[in-house]
């Protein structure tokens, strides 16, 4: 069984520029979630997915962070414009149930680094 | 609010040596799943474990225990006869049964020395 692609793995930018990053969870898994992990740190969720749906984004900064999961499987996260404390690793996860009422176990991709110059 | 703590940032130990992973949360569900999870240097999160607030037994896999208790709100992991392969971050995580989020801590870093 595949598991969670994720693309680019690396990518540099400037501060003020865009970036996307892409993410194809595990075939069949309803929900899916993207992390952000600041380095020495654990992973924070920005947010989760359930199939096409929003079930919570109150971590992301809507202000220039922004994600979307058409068709309820893959999915990409846009920062436009970037700052320097965007630099993290960002992980995308996906779990086969609901998300709510229990808790699904989480599989994680490789994650994209971004730096941020 | 949901908080995990992972007081232990680094860890090093010789190869063989046991080691006990220190896990405490904060949580006012009386119904919420802990997980363990590895990070090796390649970055991808490695799940390893879930226990729900129900179940205080104590599990082993191999070389790997978990030690569930209640009281003491902790949730501790325990490598015996450590290997170099085990060297990674660690992070453990409280999971929230109403939204199904998980929230980790900050992760301890094990190194294993031959």
């Known amino acids: 069984e595949a598991g969670v692609a994720q693309s680019p793995r690396y990518k540099i930018i400037e501060k003020r520029q865009s970036v996307a990053f892409w993410c194809n969870p595990i075939s069949g898994h309803a929900t899916l979630y993207w992390y952000q992990q600041i380095l020495g740190q654990g992973p924070k969720l920005l947010i989760q997915?359930?199939?096409?749906?929003?079930?919570?984004d109150s971590q992301l900064p809507k202000d220039r962070f922004s994600a979307e999961r058409l068709k309820g499987v893959d999915s990409t996260l846009k920062i436009q414009p970037a700052k320097l404390e965007d630099s993290a690793v960002y992980l995308c996860?996906?779990?086969f149930g609901s998300g709510t009422g229990t808790q699904e176990t989480q599989y994680f991709g490789p994650g994209t680094r971004l730096l941020v110059l | 609010a949901q908080k995990v703590t992972q007081a232990q940032t680094e860890i090093s130990v010789v190869e063989k040596e046991d080691v006990t992973l220190d896990c405490v949360y904060e949580t006012r569900d009386t119904t919420y799943y802990l997980f363990w999870y590895k990070q090796p240097p390649s970055g991808e999160l490695v799940f390893l474990i879930r226990r729900n607030s129900f179940d205080e037994q104590n599990e082993i896999s191999g070389r790997y225990s978990w030690n569930f208790q209640k009281s003491t709100s902790s949730f501790n992991f325990t490598i015996t006869a450590s290997q170099v392969v085990d060297s990674a971050v660690y992070f453990c995580a409280l999971g929230d049964t109403n939204a199904g989020k998980s929230t980790f801590g900050d992760g301890t870093t094990l190194t294993v020395k031959p």
């Open positions: 997915f359930q199939n096409n749906g929003v079930v919570d």
């Open positions: 996860a996906s779990s």
